[in-house]
């Protein structure tokens, strides 16, 4: 599933593609997971000229020039894909059409990417601007393991499995650590491990897929890595195979 710095890479993409295009039509060949009707989606949003495109959690939002907003999950399949004037790809859930001739299509061979017309505002803070005392006060309320808090989006919105391991090994905390036993001076180095591991690696994947709009990019990765046995600073890589893999070191620290 694409993460934080993945969304971020495709929307600074797609919003210098699609910037000022005006939509003539939208098309929803899969509208099962679509909160309003095809009809309607395509009446709000035709005419309207795409004003911006960005990230809100783990989902793409893309805001015309009325206000209104498309979301767009593309859960652990969904792809984006650009076109002229025919859309060809396989399995697709929306696809927009602009005055152009050109388009963007959301697919997806499961069937699940959802988009939704005016997704309700969450109140949950995103990844990157939780502070050290939102976190503080948040993991005072419970027992559950830090990595299972970090990929909650209900508590904080953009982190998956992999950015979760490599954040918690730049922090030095075990996965494993009882959330609410972690002291105020590591959630201080978890906070900066968030931001800088998150910002380095949207700068990583534009470097190495300038015009990415789909995939995942995992390879310049320290600890979630599978074609890595040792941290960078020198100590063995460990996995769990519980219901979800989580990469880790003994460099961590355990709260318990």
Do not use: C
């Not at 859309?87 to 990417?113: H, M, P, R, V």
């Not at 105020?184 to 906070?191: G, S, Y």
């Amino acid at each position: 599933m694409p993460e934080l710095p993945d969304l971020q890479a495709f929307s600074h993409n797609l919003q210098k593609k699609l910037a000022g295009k005006t939509v003539k039509k939208i098309a929803v060949p899969n509208a099962k997971k679509l909160n309003v009707s095809a009809h309607e989606l395509d009446e709000v949003l035709s005419g309207q000229k795409l004003d911006k495109v960005y990230r809100e959690g783990k989902e793409l939002h893309i805001k015309f020039s009325k206000g209104d907003v498309l979301g767009l999950h593309l859960m652990l399949h969904g792809k984006l894909f650009l076109f002229d004037i025919k859309n060809e790809n396989k399995y697709s859930i929306i696809e927009l059409y602009f005055d152009d001739d050109s388009g963007l299509t959301l697919t997806d061979f499961q069937g699940i990417a959802a988009p939704t017309l005016n997704p309700e505002k969450k109140d949950v803070p995103d990844a990157l601007e939780a502070d050290v005392d939102y976190l503080k006060k948040r993991l005072a309320k419970t027992k559950t393991n830090i990595k299972t808090v970090l990929l909650d989006q209900k508590i904080l919105r953009g982190i998956g499995n992999a950015y979760a391991d490599e954040i918690l090994w730049h922090a030095r905390v075990s996965p494993f650590s009882v959330s609410s036993k972690i002291p105020e001076a590591k959630l201080k180095d978890l906070v900066q491990a968030i931001r800088s591991v998150l910002e380095d690696a949207e700068k990583s994947i534009l470097k190495s897929n300038p015009d990415i709009i789909n995939g995942e990019v995992r390879d310049f990765m320290n600890i979630h890595n599978s074609k890595k046995k040792h941290s960078p600073t020198g100590a063995a890589i460990l996995i769990n195979e519980a219901s979800r893999k989580t990469y880790y070191t003994d460099e961590q620290e355990l709260f318990e």
